[in-house]
């Protein structure tokens, strides 16, 4: 079970998150904080696998704190849970340890996708800021090993539970991966993925 702790300032996003992540399955809330000073002395005593933390918060800078506690805690994944849709925001919480970051307007869906990523070693932007990354960056698609070595198998006509079988891990993972493979590759069905990923270069 993955422990999550999370550091927010309005009260109604605490509540909101804390059935959704504790009806998961897989991950459930074991601490939560109102002020980034409450959140400093909840992690000395119960230091959680995830921290969802808010940028903007009354006591002090998320970004600044960020850093701060990777450094204290670098095993624990940071998830940026925020209302900033800024591509800088983005680059400055990935640069102080953040291994997440998710737009508060997206669905609350969006923080167990996180979760599960992070978990496996990935870094998980939102949709709707990965879209903005793209717009502004105007580069190449970027995968991770992990999204490269799904794309491969889905290239290769394996069905997500074969996918799931061979690199044991769950299908709810899998269709979390594939998702992001549509995304980033502007795909709607198996065919256009493979079609734009050839465009790009990623398979032959």
Do not use: W
């Amino acid at each position: 079970m993955i422990n999550v702790h999370i550091t927010d300032d309005h009260a109604m996003i605490v509540e909101l998150l804390i059935p959704v992540i504790n009806n998961s399955g897989f991950a459930r809330v074991t601490g939560s904080s109102l002020r980034l000073s409450e959140c400093k002395k909840a992690l000395v005593l119960n230091c959680p696998n995830v921290l969802l933390l808010d940028i903007n918060m009354p006591d002090g800078d998320g970004v600044v704190f960020c850093a701060e506690i990777h450094k204290l805690y670098p095993q624990m994944k940071i998830i940026a849970l925020t209302c900033h849709n800024e591509y800088s925001s983005v680059l400055l919480m990935l640069k102080n340890g953040a291994s997440g970051y998710i737009v508060k307007s997206e669905a609350v869906s969006e923080v167990l996708e996180a979760i599960d990523a992070v978990m496996l070693g990935e870094i998980y932007i939102s949709r709707q800021m990965e879209q903005i990354m793209r717009k502004t960056t105007k580069v190449a698609v970027s995968l991770t090993p992990r999204e490269k070595q799904i794309l491969q198998m889905v290239a290769k006509g394996m069905s997500n539970p074969q996918i799931a079988e061979q690199l044991k891990i769950g299908l709810a993972t899998v269709l979390s991966f594939r998702k992001k493979l549509n995304l980033k590759l502007n795909a709607s069905n198996p065919v256009e993925l493979i079609t734009n990923a050839r465009k790009e270069g990623l398979i032959e």
